[in-house]
């Protein structure tokens, strides 16, 4: 999976409702080369492959079901290389979150 659409979903988990945040936690794809996402509670998020650090960060906002991210792409500690917006859905259920064509499942 991309870093283009590892931050589509971030954008999704950032358009939750804010009122009950299903965005809030960790959310990750499945496979090897999985991609992890935390939602934090005042509304900052990171992304990384569960093993090393984030490559990605930013804040992230929610509508009903939809979370749009606004992310800082580059490696911690030096200057960004980018800044991208992505949008998201997130299941009724609150168990997926779609991005593009990846899904991640909430942890």
């Known amino acids: 999976m991309g870093k283009k659409l590892a931050l589509a979903l971030l954008v999704v988990f950032s358009l939750l409702d804010c009122k009950h ?43 009903g079901n939809q979370v749009t991210t606004t992310n800082k792409v580059g490696d911690a500690g030096k200057p960004t290389l980018f800044t991208i917006n992505i949008s998201g859905t997130i299941s009724d259920d609150g168990k997926t979150l779609t991005v593009g064509t990846g899904t991640f499942t909430k942890q």
Request: proline share 7%.
């Open 21 to 63: 945040n299903r965005a809030i936690g960790t959310w990750a794809t499945k496979g090897p080369n999985a991609w992890v996402v935390t939602f934090n509670p005042d509304k900052t998020f990171q992304v990384s492959n569960g093993k090393d650090k984030p490559f990605a960060s930013g804040t992230y906002e929610v509508d």
